[in-house]
């Protein structure tokens, strides 16, 4: 009886040490997979920064956010015609040819822009008389030639208001 009583112990104490084993292998298993995970990811994070493609999705981002929040144009565009003009650059010879567009809002301002043409393009033309090469090829004058127009294209106008100037090319010779 004696034997049977350690028998019964020894596979009771078996029977117990195999479910904690288990338990702590499992336990141990997770642990290993979250551990790979997490350096994979990690990994894939860093590729992601060094290719750029990180930079290029934050930009997309703020892209996607700023034409959001401006994606109500003019209801109506009118083209002026393709003016072309020699640039103030001193002793080099050189020329400017502009072609663009104006935005508003009010369609009677369509009719009134047809009809004042003429002094709309000679106020234009005196604009880009005083213009120079280094104006155009900066961001900045090119943002400064467009509010110029549009402020002396409004000072023409009486019948509505210019909302934007928008360039169709804008070529140096």
Same mark, same amino acid.
């Given at each position: 009886? !004696? ?7 020894? =596979?009771?104490? =078996? ?5 904690? &084993?288990l338990a702590k292998f499992k336990v141990f298993f /997770? ?5 790979? /995970? /997490? &350096?994979?990811?990690?990994?894939? $994070?860093? $590729? ?10 934050? %930009? ?7 034409? =959001? ?10 083209? *002026?015609?393709? *003016?072309?003009? %020699? !640039? ?9 040819? $502009?072609? &663009?567009? /104006?935005?508003?809002d009010n369609s009677k301002l369509s009719e009134e !822009? ?5 002094? *709309?393009?000679?106020?234009? !033309?005196?604009?880009l008389w005083d213009t120079s090469a280094e104006d ?28 934007? $100037? ?6 140096? =010779?």
């Amino acid at each position: 009886m !004696l034997a049977e009583d350690t028998e019964k112990n020894g =596979q009771e104490e =078996q029977g117990k040490k195999k479910p904690r &084993f288990l338990a702590k292998f499992k336990v141990f298993f /997770v642990l290993i997979i979250i551990l790979v /995970v /997490v &350096f994979l990811l990690s990994g894939m $994070v860093f $590729v992601a920064f060094r290719v750029g493609f990180v930079d290029r999705l934050l %930009n997309r981002m703020v892209t996607d956010a700023s034409h =959001q929040t401006n994606v109500e144009g003019p209801s109506f565009t009118y083209e *002026i015609p393709e *003016i072309l003009v %020699n !640039l103030s650059d001193g002793d080099r010879r050189r020329f400017l040819s $502009v072609k &663009f567009y /104006v935005g508003f809002d009010n369609s009677k301002l369509s009719e009134e !822009l047809e009809r004042r043409m003429p002094e *709309i393009r000679d106020a234009v !033309l005196e604009i880009l008389w005083d213009t120079s090469a280094e104006d155009v090829y900066s961001n900045e004058g090119k943002e400064n030639l467009r509010e110029e127009i549009k402020e002396t294209i409004n000072s023409l106008v009486t019948s509505g208001e210019i909302t934007g $100037v928008y360039f169709w090319h804008v070529m140096i =010779q």
